[in-house]
């Protein structure tokens, strides 16, 4: 039996047909369920490990024969897995809130979004508060929240969910219940 360390991941190791003999074996009988087989891998993987490698959770095996009856064997240690990376995300159906100051910034950004986003909108309404306007928006693009981003260009966030609309409603004057970014547009676009 020869070992050698392809690289700190990978080793080969190569059997004679007399070495496979002695464990009851043939190059045509290696099998995996084969108890002989498991009992030959196993001792291989020790020695292996006697020598330095430092599998990880997983080992890919490939085994390929030799002119003389033998094989050659590779241990090939995979990477563990990656870890995820979870991202949050919105629910589709969670309402966004923006403040505009100026009713001629709200007339742009809602004409705006109605020209490249009016598919990615679920609903929208429109309040009258104290110091101006708020376009609640429903957005249906959660991953890539293109909406959003637009209507960023015209005006801050000031609140999201539904508790945040619930206030809203409560606090401030209802103007447009449902459609305003359509109403806007189509009035003003």
């Given at each position: 039996?020869k070992?050698r360390?392809?690289n700190?991941?990978?080793?080969q190791v190569?059997?004679t047909?007399?070495e496979?003999?002695?464990n009851s074996?043939t190059f ?11 009992d ?5 993987m020790k020695?292996l490990?006697a020598?330095g ?7 890919f095996?490939?085994?390929y ?7 050659v ?5 995979l990477d563990?897995p990656a870890?995820k990376r979870?991202?949050?995300?919105r629910?589709?159906s ?10 001629d910034?709200?007339?742009?950004g809602a004409?705006?979004?109605f ?7 679920l609903k ?6 104290k110091?101006?306007w708020?376009?609640l928006?429903?957005p249906?693009?959660t ?8 209507l960023?260009?015209?005006?801050p ?5 539904i508790?945040?609309e619930a ?12 459609n305003?970014v ?5 009035c003003?676009?």
């Amino acid at each position: 039996m020869k070992i050698r360390q392809l690289n700190p991941q990978r080793y080969q190791v190569l059997l004679t047909g007399e070495e496979l003999r002695e464990n009851s074996l043939t190059f045509e009988g290696i099998d995996c369920a084969g108890r002989e087989t498991q009992d030959l891998l196993l001792s291989l993987m020790k020695q292996l490990v006697a020598n330095g490698f430092q599998p990880t959770e997983k080992v890919f095996i490939e085994v390929y024969p030799t002119e003389d009856g033998g094989c050659v064997i590779f241990f090939s240690a995979l990477d563990a897995p990656a870890q995820k990376r979870w991202k949050v995300l919105r629910h589709v159906s969670s309402p966004v809130i923006y403040a505009f100051d100026d009713v001629d910034v709200l007339i742009v950004g809602a004409v705006q979004l109605f020209q490249h986003c009016s598919h990615r909108i679920l609903k929208s309404a429109l309040y009258r508060v104290k110091n101006g306007w708020r376009l609640l928006i429903y957005p249906l693009d959660t991953l890539e929240n293109v909406s959003l981003s637009l209507l960023d260009e015209y005006a801050p966030r000031c609140g999201e969910g539904i508790l945040a609309e619930a206030y809203l409603s409560e606090h401030a004057q209802l103007l447009l219940k449902e459609n305003a970014v359509d109403f806007l547009s189509a009035c003003f676009g």
